[in-house]
């Protein structure tokens, strides 16, 4: 008992100390003179130590039981350290209790380390909220003067330009829409990485899921002789289901785009069917689940054995040549698979080099007898009436102004100009005006406190639509600003197709809060433009229109 590093503690059936050894006085600073005739509690407890493991011991004690536990006990000089105790009744051959024997080790810097565990996943995390604020504010910062890059050299590209200049502006055009590309990339698989995204579940039609998609590809496709893009829809599908289309779309979208991408003849297929159970993720619960099996075959140049699995992480490709092949980032699979295990389902693949790839991607829905919420516009609106609306642009920047007047002049349209929220609401209140596009960020008085405005002077008088055109592109700014009362949602770069469809919708007298608002470009919509031009010389025009004519 001298030799050991342990400390020991003998008391009497009173639980008064008898005998320390030499590692106790060590380590608390009394020497057994001191210790003798006290408790060990009195000794050496102190304002943090915990009172329940008090208790445990004491109890243990009266019972006449041997206890093993952790506990802060303070040294003479007030040092706190950490023991684990294990102590035993000692009893004579009659079998009586004669007194207890402790023996404790000290454990501080297990504890110590133990804490430090603690406090660096707690700073860990604020630091991942820190990034995920960071992005969200980088993403911004970043797609503000791409708004004026693209926008400008859009305009750029209408004015009369030789064979060279055409080029250099197309260029630009390109690169610009491929980092807008990547911006949003990034923000969506952060988003969808620390699990900061809400499922939606509404009522949505697979038929024009379907046709929305076969419309986006009409370019890419008609660019590529002998390639061509197929759907099959089995019978047993409904013709309505509940789930979350827009993200459904953002992974049908990508699996087709690299169906086409990497497929030089043949065909890409996409072939919807109910499968027989809800995937990997499925409850028992049968009320009206079932799930989508979209399949998305090609016959393309396929994916090596040792590479299925890698290509579904972040910025990962088959090999280095790829991105110069054929462009991309590598994050639209790993974006897919984040998106369809949030959704409870699964993505998986199968492939051969040189036969094709098939991703087989399986989604629960609900069925349902109601009609989806909102009524599509028209399949061709007519641009008619667009000129002749009366709008306001509400914008405090002063190039993204320029643009946005500029576009609006090649729709036919003489805007007025709002510097900032304040005057928008100035000019509402003295003019008759169809529409406002309201830019959110604006000094003095921004985008939705204006808009709040719009609506209490309105009351009894008809109120012009509101229009938000934000760079904020995370998922709920929409809901966001359609709850502080904005009729629909134009996210910056703004289109000049976005821009028409939005217009048209007022002129048609569809665009209402409840439905038809134009969805923003999701994110991996954006990255089909520059492919669709690559093999086309086209810009991407009828994608675009696509996109938001609905
Ligand atoms: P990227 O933006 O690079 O296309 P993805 O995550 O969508 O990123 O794809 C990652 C990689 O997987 C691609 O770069 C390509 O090498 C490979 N890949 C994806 N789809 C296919 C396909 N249908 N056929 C062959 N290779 C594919």
Not at 23 to 44: D, I, N, S
Not at 84 to 93: F, L
Not at 263 to 276: E, K, N, R
Request: with cysteine; proline share 4%.
């Amino acid at each position: 008992m001298h030799a050991t590093d342990n400390l020991v503690l003998i008391t009497d059936l009173d639980g008064a100390i008898e005998w320390v050894n030499d590692a106790f006085v060590r380590t608390t600073g009394y020497p057994l003179q001191e210790a003798k005739g006290r408790r060990p509690g009195e000794l050496l407890q102190g304002p943090d130590t915990d009172p329940a493991t008090v208790e445990v011991m004491r109890s243990a004690v009266r019972d006449g039981r041997g206890f093993a536990t952790e506990v802060l006990n303070y040294a003479s000089s007030g040092r706190e350290y950490w023991v684990h105790i294990e102590a035993h009744p000692v009893r004579d051959e009659r079998g009586t209790l004669t007194r207890y024997i402790a023996i404790e080790t000290d454990v501080t810097d297990r504890r110590r380390t133990e804490e430090n565990l603690r406090r660096a996943t707690e700073t860990a995390l604020s630091l991942a909220q820190e990034k995920a604020g960071f992005l969200a504010t980088m993403s911004h910062e970043i797609r503000t003067p791409l708004n004026a890059v693209l926008g400008v050299s859009a305009l750029l590209e209408g004015t009369d330009l030789d064979a060279e200049q055409q080029e250099y502006v197309r260029t630009a055009q390109r690169s610009g829409k491929l980092l807008l590309a990547l911006v949003n990339d990034i923000l969506d698989f952060s988003a969808l990485d620390s699990g900061r995204i809400d499922v939606e579940a509404r009522g949505f039609s697979v038929t024009d899921l379907i046709n929305d998609i076969e419309a986006m590809f009409s370019t890419t496709v008609a660019a590529n002789n002998g390639l061509a893009l197929t759907f099959s829809v089995a019978d047993d599908v409904p013709a309505i289901v509940v789930g979350d289309e827009n993200r459904i779309r953002q992974v049908l979208l990508n699996l087709v785009g690299n169906g086409l991408k990497f497929t030089h003849h043949g065909a890409v297929g996409v072939a919807l069917s109910i499968a027989p159970d809800r995937g990997p993720e499925s409850g028992t619960d049968p009320h009206d689940g079932m799930s989508l099996r979209i399949v998305v075959a090609d016959t393309g140049i396929g994916i090596a054995a040792d590479r299925q699995e890698r290509i579904f992480l972040a910025f990962t490709q088959v090999d280095a040549s790829t991105t110069r092949n054929y462009g991309g980032t590598g994050l639209g699979l790993s974006i897919c698979r984040l998106i369809a295990h949030h959704l409870g389902g699964s993505l998986a693949l199968d492939s051969a080099p040189g036969e094709g790839s098939t991703f087989t991607f399986i989604v629960p829905v609900e069925r349902t007898v109601a009609v989806p919420a909102a009524q599509r516009p028209p399949a061709a609106p007519s641009p008619e009436g667009v000129s002749s609306l009366r709008v306001l642009l509400a914008e405090d920047d002063a190039t993204n102004r320029m643009v946005a007047l500029r576009m609006l002049s090649r729709l036919g349209v003489a805007a007025e100009v709002a510097q900032d929220g304040e005057q928008a609401v100035d000019m509402v209140r003295a003019n008759d005006f169809d529409v406002v596009l309201m830019d959110v960020h604006m000094p003095r008085l921004d985008g939705i406190a204006a808009t709040a405005a719009i609506h209490d002077m309105c009351t009894d008088r008809p109120r012009p639509r509101i229009v938000a055109v934000t760079a904020n592109a995370l998922g709920g700014d929409r809901e966001r600003l359609l709850a502080a009362g904005m009729d629909g949602y134009l996210s910056k770069p703004m289109t000049l197709g976005a821009l028409e469809g939005v217009l048209v919708a007022v002129a048609n007298g569809d665009l209402t809060r409840s439905s038809s608002v134009p969805e923003p470009l999701t994110a991996r919509t954006a990255t089909v433009i520059p492919d669709a031009s690559r093999t086309s010389g086209d810009h991407g025009g009828t994608v675009e229109r696509a996109t938001v004519s609905r």
